[in-house]
Nanobody, 124 residues
Framework: VQLQASGRGLVQPRDFLTLSCATS????????MAWFRQAPGKEREFVAQ????????KYTDSVKGRFTISRDNAKNTVYLQMNIVKPEDTAVYYC??????????????????WGEGTQVTVSS
């Protein structure tokens, strides 16, 4: 199983970037996918989640209206479009996959597979 996250690392405030997470080794269409992030000295926090079909999404309040999660089931890839980024978005971003259909979509413990993370730094 592999989840390889990638995306531009250093951006300026109010800039935009897209993170990608290419996956392999598991049946992508059977997993709900999500992005989490972890800033220095803080716990890992939920960012966004997309359902298996891609039709349903959920976001943490701090990114609503700025970030968009999506998936391409033909490419086994999940994306996070980040717009109007802020310094407080600085963190290591992780993609994750969950087999379990649960309302605890923001709980890291619900996710089976994790990528290694990609650093996003928002600074002028």
């Amino acid at each position: 199983v592999q989840l390889q996250a990638s995306g531009r690392g250093l951006v300026q405030p109010r800039d935009f970037l897209t993170l990608s997470c290419a996956t392999s080794g598991f049946t992508f269409t059977l997993y709900e996918m999500a992005w989490f992030r972890q800033a220095p000295g803080k716990e890992r926090e939920f960012v966004a989640q997309v359902s298996r079909s891609g039709r349903s999404t959920k976001y943490t309040d701090s990114v609503k209206g700025r970030f968009t999660i999506s998936r391409d089931n033909a490419k086994n890839t999940v994306y996070l479009q980040m717009n109007i980024v802020k310094p407080e978005d600085t963190a290591v971003y992780y993609c994750a996959g969950s087999w379990t259909l649960s309302d605890k979509y923001d709980d890291p413990g619900q996710y089976t597979y994790w990528g290694e993370g990609t650093q996003v730094t928002v600074s002028s």
